[in-house]
């Protein structure tokens, strides 16, 4: 199972070279085993509300709520990963390690850990201080 960290979503949505490198990655592999959690979603969410409540004029709004439907698109056709009971306990594992990253990627690496999935992430210093976590940055293209 690979789950995306919101960077690597955000990246897919922009469509970059980044970006598409990421999308010809996950292309190879099946779609059952491609995941978001629920705290990205919630980041995204929060980031795009956000956004279009500071622009004026609803002339200029009408991108924003485009955006917003998109995102919303994506999470409708990809299989979330819950902050639930299995992660909460491996969150506060974490937590009092007091491991130096941020509270949300602590979520986003606590529900990857409790769902055994390769987080997806350019955010490696951050991750990799995640005892058992598997992390890979799949905006780097592979040499073989």
């Not at 850990?113 to 905006?139: C, H, M, Y």
Request: net charge negative; charged share 25%.
């Amino acid at each position: 199972m690979y789950l995306l960290d919101t960077d690597h979503i955000t990246l897919l949505d922009r469509a970059g070279a980044e970006g598409e490198t990421i999308h010809d990655r996950l292309a190879q592999v099946p779609a059952e085993e491609i995941a978001a959690s629920i705290v990205s979603y919630e980041e995204q969410m929060r980031g795009w509300l956000a956004y279009i409540a500071q622009l004026h004029g609803v002339d200029r709004q009408a991108d924003g709520y485009r955006r917003l439907e998109r995102m919303l698109d994506f999470y409708c056709a990809t299989p979330l990963l819950l902050f639930d009971e299995r992660a909460v306990a491996i969150f506060q594992r974490l937590w009092l390690a007091r491991l130096r990253i941020g509270t949300m990627d602590l979520k986003i690496a606590a529900i990857a850990l409790a769902n055994e999935a390769i987080l997806l992430s350019r955010n490696l210093r951050d991750f990799q201080k995640v005892p058992g976590l598997r992390v890979e940055d799949w905006t780097a293209q592979r040499t073989q």
